[in-house]
C-alpha cells in the first residue's frame, strides 16, 4: 500500500516552455500533498504545500506564478513549471501523506532539464 | 527558525558491520521522526518512523531510538549489507504537519 506515483519521469523542454508533472495517490486518497525539488547531493526543499479543494501554499522564495499547483482530487496535484528556463533544471519529488499522521509516501522523481 | 542537523555526512562501513546516523531536532512539539532512504534518481522511501511516545522502535535489521529530553535520534542499521548503501535522511514534523529534513548521510558499505 501506499504508492505515490509521479509522471513523467524525466523531461527535457527548451527555455520558455511550460511543464507539467502529475503526482497520484494510487491505493488511498491524500488530503495533502507536497512539492519538493532537490539538488545534486543536497536535501529536500519543500516548494509548496497542497490541500485538496484549496489554494496550495508556497515557502517562502517560490514563485507562486511560476510554480504553478493544482489539487483538483484527493488522488491528484499538479506542478507546472511555466516558462522553464536553465536554473529551473532539478529533480522535483511530490509525497502524499496518509491521514493526518505525518506519513509522508513519496513518488520517483521528475528530473527535469531545460535547454 | 526551526531545523534538523544529521551526522555524519558520510559513512563508510565494512559489510557486516553495524552503522549509526544520529540527528537533532530543535522544535520541541515534533512528536513524529521518520528515517527516509533515497538510492540514486529516485524518490526518499520511508523506512522506519518513531513518534515521541516510545524510546525504541526495530525492524528487523533497522532500529531507531528517540532522547526526547535531549532532541535527538538515532537510526541503527546491523549486520549491512551491499543494498544498504544510499542517502539516507532524518526528519521531524511541525505543528502544521511539514516536515523539517536533515541534510542527508551517505552510506557506503565496503564488501
Known amino acids: 500500500g501506499a504508492v505515490v506515483s509521479q509522471h513523467p519521469s524525466r523531461v527535457i523542454c527548451k527555455s520558455g516552455t511550460s511543464v507539467k508533472i502529475e503526482c497520484r495517490s494510487l491505493d488511498f486518497q491524500a488530503t495533502t500533498m507536497f512539492w519538493y525539488r532537490q539538488f545534486p547531493k543536497q536535501s529536500l526543499m519543500l516548494m509548496a504545500t497542497?490541500?485538496?479543494?484549496?489554494?496550495?501554499?508556497?515557502e517562502q522564495g517560490v514563485e507562486k506564478d511560476k510554480f504553478l499547483i493544482n489539487h483538483a482530487s484527493l488522488t491528484l496535484s499538479t506542478l507546472t513549471v511555466t516558462s522553464a528556463h536553465p536554473e529551473d533544471s532539478s529533480f522535483y519529488i511530490c509525497?502524499?501523506?496518509?491521514?493526518?499522521?505525518?506519513?509522508?509516501?513519496f513518488g520517483p522523481g521528475t528530473r527535469l532539464t531545460v535547454l | 527558525g526551526e531545523n534538523v542537523e544529521q551526522h555524519p555526512s558520510t559513512l563508510s562501513v565494512q559489510e557486516g558491520d553495524s552503522a549509526v546516523i544520529k540527528c537533532t531536532y530543535s522544535?520541541?512539539?515534533?512528536?513524529?521522526f521518520p528515517w527516509y532512504k533515497q538510492e540514486l534518481g529516485k524518490g526518499p522511501q520511508l523506512i522506519i518512523d518513531?513518534?515521541?511516545n516510545v524510546g525504541e522502535k526495530k525492524d528487523q535489521r533497522i532500529a531507531v531510538t528517540l532522547n526526547k529530553t535531549a532532541k535527538h535520534f538515532s537510526l541503527h542499521i546491523t549486520e549491512t549489507q551491499p543494498e544498504d548503501s544510499a542517502v539516507y535522511f532524518c526528519?521531524?514534523?511541525?505543528?502544521?504537519?511539514?516536515?523539517?529534513w536533515g541534510a542527508g548521510t551517505k552510506l557506503i558499505i565496503k564488501p
Open positions: 497542497s490541500n485538496e479543494g484549496s489554494k496550495a501554499t508556497y
Open positions: 509525497s502524499a501523506e496518509q491521514g493526518a499522521g505525518n506519513e509522508q509516501f
Open positions: 518513531i513518534r515521541s
Open positions: 526528519a521531524a514534523n511541525l505543528a502544521n504537519y511539514q516536515l523539517i
Open positions: 522544535d520541541s512539539a515534533s512528536n513524529y
